[in-house]
């Protein structure tokens, strides 16, 4: 495992939940995002967002968690491939990531 967003206090706004995995035989990250907790109002209305046809919260979060990973690889982070899943509102921000 590469890193998780529990690490970090700052990605815990807006309920952004997402691993990081590193395979280093094959050069691939994999980063996972979690789909809706219906018990995190965060997630409920990026849901809400979604369905007016916005973009979700959780987007603010992205790029400064994969830019850190890319960071944590160094010089050799080009070499590596990423690809993305998720599941529900994890989806729509794996596609967009």
């Not at 690490?7 to 996972?32: C, L, M, P, R, W």
């Not at 830019?67 to 690809?83: H, P, V």
Request: charge should be negative; charged fraction near 20%; include cysteine.
């Amino acid at each position: 495992m590469l890193a998780i967003s529990n690490d970090k206090e700052s990605y815990h706004q807006y309920g952004y939940k997402t691993v990081a995995f590193v395979n280093h035989q094959t050069n691939q990250v994999h980063i996972a995002f979690a789909g809706t907790d219906p018990t995190d109002v965060y997630n409920l209305w990026d849901d809400f967002l979604l369905c007016l046809g916005r973009s979700p919260n959780k987007l603010q979060a992205v790029k400064p968690f994969i830019d850190e990973r890319i960071q944590k690889l160094g010089e050799q982070s080009a070499e590596y491939q990423f690809s993305t899943s998720g599941h529900s509102l994890g989806a729509v921000v794996a596609d967009i990531a």
